[in-house]
């Protein structure tokens, strides 16, 4: 059962003296941290925390680390390039550090989870001077506050815990679009990922506090929720009440207002009938179903520890396409896993063909240290599975494209969401999350509006509001 900790009767004490240290320190002015984010949905999440615990302790944000007094780096393990993005940025910080010695470097999130990393860190960049990992989130006013009483450097990894924190505080990155974590962990272990081993076991919130959230949320007048999650259909196990992740939608999708409703990510081993049946009879709920298959071969499927098959996943998607009008369905596929041969690959290519998905997150495999993929013979050449990765993306881009054009025509109702880099273009979202590239006023920035599609390209549309 997953305990519920609540942030404020711990971390008030410590966001006080922190307040108090660096009005000392910055010399009345406000103390500024810059933050940097690496990788999912999730870390986005947990970087907007930091971001509430730090407002709270007097901090403003900077877009630039040059003259920041804290630097926090908030890191993604998931594959390695996105590992010497972090490596490299970080290296480039010590040149900072020595024109502003007091600024605090720190490093936080999955990476500082595996051991030989947060070793890496602490041998190679002596100016880094608070290490935490995802299990510490809650107790960083703690940590930053013994970093900068003491000087010394603290590395805290590694205590997996089991607790949910309720009640930290937030600082939204946008006005209008919010994420809202309903889990956290994962207990799937699909042998490439590392993101069991860093984010600990899986555990959910109460639907209290998640449609609490959603409430302020909505009155608040954001109108892009998305629900995060490693495995969101399997949302409820472990809490004492008796909750599907169905259920859940029903109860935020019952709440009244003007607003979209998103959630990722499924897993096709449970994402069920039911499911997708509350998608189709929802008010809220994007016509939008982002399920991962990874690979089309049922025994890469196997080595890969995904507990189903192709013909399972083409099921449950015939499934939806049938019941959701307009249906817009991604996905993510690992080129390269393994002992993946020219055959296993075939299969992929037939599978997105078969589907014909609106978009793609393709990549190619990358070996993390600790999982059991790493230890699989991989008698496949780095050459090989480029090549691969570009066919994939060729077969893809058609496919979008054939679809794209299709929408050519329509009417779509879209949430204009920012300027885009071409002059007097808006970019808009479909509920299938489509962006449309639209010629209109910028004082619709935030607000739903119905667009006819006049043209298409390979991943985005054009359109004029109606
Ligand atoms: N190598 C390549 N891609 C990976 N993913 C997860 N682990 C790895 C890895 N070791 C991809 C999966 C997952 C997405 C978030 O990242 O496709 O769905
Ligand atoms: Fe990784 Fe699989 Fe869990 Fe997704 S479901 S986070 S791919 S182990």
New binding site residues.
């Given amino acids: 059962m997953s305990e519920i900790n609540t942030f404020a009767t711990q971390q008030n004490e410590y966001i006080e003296l922190v307040a108090q240290i660096m009005q000392i320190r910055a010399m009345g002015e406000k103390p500024l941290a810059y933050v940097r984010t690496y990788g ?1 949905q999730q870390n986005v999440a947990d970087s907007e925390n930091i971001k509430g615990m730090l407002a709270l302790m007097g901090y403003s944000f900077t877009d630039t680390p040059e003259n920041a007094d804290f630097i926090l780096f908030n890191t993604c393990a ?2 390695e390039h996105a590992e010497d993005r972090v490596f490299g940025n970080v290296g480039a910080i010590k040149s900072i550090k020595k024109k502003h010695p007091s600024a605090l470097v720190a490093l936080c999130g999955c990476m500082m989870e595996q051991k030989h990393i947060a070793q890496r860190i602490y041998e190679s960049f002596p100016f880094v001077g608070l290490v935490f990992g995802t299990h510490c989130l809650h107790e960083f006013p703690r940590l930053l506050y013994q970093s900068l009483l003491s000087g010394k450097r603290q590395f805290v990894t590694g205590n997996d815990d089991l607790l949910v924190h309720e009640g930290l505080p937030k600082r939204r990155d946008g006005a209008f679009k919010g994420w809202l974590p309903i889990m956290y962990g994962c207990d799937n272990f699909c042998s ?3 993101v069991p081993y860093v984010r600990g076991r899986e555990r959910s919130r109460s639907s209290a506090a998640i449609l609490k959230e959603a409430h302020e949320l909505i009155e608040n007048g954001c109108k892009d929720i998305t629900l995060l999650g490693q495995n969101v259909n399997s949302y409820g196990k472990g809490l004492d009440e008796n909750i599907s992740f169905s259920e859940l939608l029903r109860r935020i999708d019952a709440i009244d207002g003007d607003y979209t409703l998103r959630f990722m ?1 499924s897993h096709p081993k449970d994402c069920t009938r039911e499911l997708i049946d509350t998608i189709a009879s929802s008010r809220h709920i994007s016509k939008h179903l982002h399920l ?1 298959f ?1 690979s089309g071969s049922n025994r890469i499927l196997k080595l890969m520890n995904r507990r189903y098959t192709r013909e399972k996943y083409l099921e449950i998607v015939n499934y939806a396409k049938e019941k959701i009008d307009g249906l817009s369905l991604t996905s ?3 080129v390269g896993f393994p002992g993946e041969t020219e055959e296993d690959f075939s299969q992929t290519l037939s599978l997105i063909e078969e589907v014909g998905f609106t978009s793609l ?1 393709t ?6 240290v600790g ?1 059991p993929a790493a230890e699989m013979l991989d008698p496949i050449s780095d050459e090989e599975k480029s090549e691969r990765f570009q066919r994939l993306l060729k077969v893809q881009e058609k496919i979008a494209a054939e679809r794209c054009a299709s929408m050519v025509g329509t009417r779509q109702r879209v949430l204009f969401e920012e300027r885009a880099k071409k002059e007097g273009i808006i970019n808009a979202r479909t509920s299938g999350n489509i962006v449309v590239e639209v010629e209109a006023d910028e004082g619709l920035i935030g607000s739903f509006g119905t667009v006819e599609i006049t043209a298409s390209g390979n991943w985005v549309l054009r359109g004029r509001p109606v």
């Fill in positions: 999912c998931v594959r490439y990922c590392i990510t991962p990874q993510d596929i690992i997150f990549f190619i495999y990358s070996k993390r999982t």
